[in-house]
């Protein structure tokens, strides 16, 4: 139990808004990483394994006897958004700032790197895994193909992420897919320029960007079933340059394609491609598809979802089961692809600004619930 040991829960709050004023975007969480490594010396741990995947860092554990390997994991990067809340630790890094709680996840993972410096488990390992570039969906794949994860592999493997929205501190399950598969889609059409006033002479993808935008809102319509929602949302939308008297001759489309199915994406993808190439072959153009921020599926194994429950009413934490799947994407997913785990939910309150918008700010209040929960965790698998 917790209660037994000793939880400073003012250092870690201290902790979590020091992580807040210095945030850095992914793939550039040196520093971040410096201060939980730092944090991390004090807490003991029998391996300490840095620069995993780019500057991610894995703490290990390990328990008197041989047995179960859990890990938990959370992420170290930011986003590009810019600050605007006037706060005592506002961001000092202009125009990033921690804007979806991963300040807050790290100093929960801290807090349990303090009770494990006091407690160690009977059997097995625990390790602490400070994950980067979680929001660009490289991260995860650096830690596995990375030589040194093959020295911590887990038997299991969990993450929580809070949500705005929710009670505070309630728990948020989910059997199955947790939240979605997505894509970045970059269309990119090059024809020729011309003067303005005779666009004749010219070839303007300006036609063909309406054309391919209209039809990539008809994909997931004509093509997945009712029940299984999928999306394709244009993030943005680009045709020459401002200069009034030509006529452009490259234009491009982003998009990001979202489903709950990793067969629904496929056919998807494939559909979205077909279209674009159709139609800059119809106006004469050459196009060129790339494709960005892969995210897999979080796909949660049932029986650590139920593991999760058990130490939620063990707790008597209020706990949630939702019927439907969470529509954004969660690096998490290529883990659980490869180990048995789930990602669950930790509610941040009613009234709490939504991921991403510039006024978040992680409340601090649910931090030791995260903790308890991931406590309890660990020692189901490594009670015996």
């Known amino acids: 139990m917790i209660d037994d ?134 991260g995860a794949a650096r830690i596995l193909a990375d030589e040194k994860f093959s020295t911590i592999e887990p038997d299991f493997i969990y993450a929580l992420h809070n949500l705005p929205g929710f009670k505070k501190n309630q728990i948020i399950l989910k059997d199955n897919i947790f939240a979605s598969a997505s894509r970045g889609m970059i269309i990119n059409l090059k024809g020729a320029p011309s003067h303005a006033s005779h666009p004749e002479d010219g070839k303007n993808p300006a036609l063909a960007v309406s054309q391919i935008i209209q039809h990539l809102f008809e994909i997931p319509q004509m093509h997945t079933e009712l029940h299984r929602a999928s999306l394709i949302t244009p993030v943005a939308i680009r045709v020459g340059n401002p200069a009034f008297g030509t006529s452009a001759g490259d ?65 008597q934490l209020n706990t949630l089961k939702v019927k439907h799947s969470f529509p954004w994407s969660e690096d998490f997913g290529l883990f659980t692809s490869y180990y048995k785990g789930a990602l669950f939910g930790l509610g941040a309150g009613m009234k709490q600004p939504q991921l991403h918008n510039n006024d978040y700010d992680f409340p601090d209040e649910i931090i030791r619930t995260g903790i308890r929960i991931f406590w309890n965790i660990i020692f189901h698998h490594l009670k015996k």
């Not at 410096?34 to 391996?47: E, K």
């Not at 590009?80 to 300040?103: A, L, M, Q, T």
């Open 5 to 138: 040991l000793s939880l400073n829960i003012h250092q870690l709050i201290a902790l979590r808004q020091e992580l807040h004023q210095h945030p850095e975007v992914s793939s550039h969480e040196e520093k971040t990483a410096q201060r939980i490594t730092g944090f991390l010396r004090s807490t003991y741990p029998d391996d300490l394994v840095e620069n995993i995947g780019g500057h991610g860092v894995a703490a290990v554990y390990n328990g008197k006897n041989r047995g179960v390997s859990v890990m938990l994991r959370c992420e170290l990067d930011a986003l590009p958004i810019r600050e605007v809340n006037e706060i005592e630790y506002r961001s000092e890094n202009d125009g990033v700032g921690h804007k979806c709680g991963h300040d807050g996840h790290m100093a929960i993972l801290c807090g349990i790197a303090s009770l494990l410096a006091q407690k160690r488990p009977e059997t097995g390992r625990v390790t602490l895994l400070f994950q980067p570039a979680e929001e660009t969906g490289e």
């Open 251 to 315: 234009g491009e489309v982003m998009a990001t394609l979202r489903a709950h199915e990793e067969g629904d994406m496929k056919r998807m993808a494939e559909k979205a491609e077909k279209v674009a190439y159709k139609t800059a072959e119809l106006h004469e153009l050459e196009a060129k598809i790339s494709w960005t921020e892969n995210f897999e599926a979080v796909n949660n194994d049932r029986e650590c979802t139920e593991i999760i429950s058990i130490n939620a009413n063990k707790e």
